[in-house]
């Protein structure tokens, strides 16, 4: 079957002697899209318009949504991965620059990345200040390299919002680096990813490699199932997810996580009016 085809193709395959055009063509082969959430089509992300040199690739290990820890794991066990991933991105498109973005509540990641890239190559790591939403990419931008991804442009037509590909830089997930890793390597597409299963609601939070298509009741099941009342289920963190109202409902590539919250956790509290308190005032 086609786990056979993909230990034969299994080979340490230098990045430099891969061209760029065999690289995306592997990754939109593979049908691999940002697995940070937003399910992009990562060949066409990686392919900009020739007037738009992209001379930094971030990889972004930040994980700033609360509950998600699956990016964390990735970084932990599958660094080498990560790295061999950002490489070929770095080859993709000519970027001579490459950062590994990890927040600094993830000290064994920054250490591990550190270690691993002591010889440079061309990568930094950077540790970032744990905050939300760190993890954002005009805000990663800003932060590693001080430019800012202008809110619209025009390229001489329509309006359209400024990208990251505007200031020379693609930020791409580090899930979706070993995405790429195991397309370049083992020929193999993007069939299954790393999922959070966590919440209060939950009797074990696990993270698991699912297969795509896995209905959410079978993953709880593996998880041992709910331990009280649930209140709400999210697909994705509790900032950016979305509510699900039922288990019968497939993992998708833009699956990072299943959120469980119990009726208290998920219990509606009616808005007041601002005291001007300051507690909840901006501080950057």
């Known amino acids: 079957g086609g786990g056979e085809v993909w230990e034969r193709e299994n080979k340490e395959l230098e990045i430099s002697s891969l061209k760029a ?5 592997k990754i939109r082969e593979a049908g691999i899209v940002g697995l940070g959430g937003a399910a992009f089509p990562t060949h066409v992300k990686l ?19 609360p509950y998600l820890t699956s990016d964390y794991r990735i ?23 490459g950062y590994v973005a990890i927040e600094n509540n993830k000290p064994q990641a920054i250490a591990l990345f550190e270690d691993k890239l002591k010889d ?17 990419e005009k805000m990663l931008i800003k932060a590693i ?4 991804v202008p809110w619209a442009t025009s390229d001489g037509g329509a309006l359209r919002p400024g990208l990251p590909m505007d200031v020379g830089v693609i930020v791409n997930n580090v ?3 070993v995405a790429i890793t195991e397309a370049i390597k083992w020929g193999r597409p993007l069939l299954e990813r790393v999922v959070t299963i966590t919440g209060s609601a939950v009797k074990n939070p696990y993270n698991l490699l699912v297969p ?28 950016m997810g979305i509510s699900q109202y039922t288990l ?15 009726r208290a956790e998920a219990l509606f509290r009616e808005e007041k009016a601002c005291i001007k308190c300051a507690k909840g005032e901006f501080r950057p």
Do not use: W
């Not at 392919?47 to 949504?65: F, Y």
């Not at 019968?248 to 119990?262: A, E, Q």
């Open 21 to 25: 055009e065999d690289i995306l063509g």
């Open 47 to 65: 392919s900009p318009p020739k007037d738009k040199p992209i001379d930094t690739i971030i990889l972004n290990g930040c994980e700033c949504e």
């Open 75 to 97: 970084m932990l066990e599958r660094a080498d991965d990560c790295i061999y991933g950002l490489k070929a991105i770095m080859k993709a498109v000519g970027a001579k620059s």
């Open 120 to 136: 440079g190559d061309g990568i930094r790591v950077i540790s970032l200040k744990t905050k939300y939403p760190q993890g954002g």
């Open 145 to 148: 390299l001080n430019r800012e």
């Open 175 to 177: 899930g979706t680096a």
């Open 212 to 239: 795509l298509g896995t209905p959410f009741s079978h993953i709880i099941d593996e998880c041992g199932g709910f331990k009280e009342d649930v209140g709400k289920i999210i697909m994705g963190g509790p900032m």
């Open 248 to 262: 019968d409902i497939p993992v998708i590539k833009g699956t990072s996580g299943i959120l469980v919250l119990t």
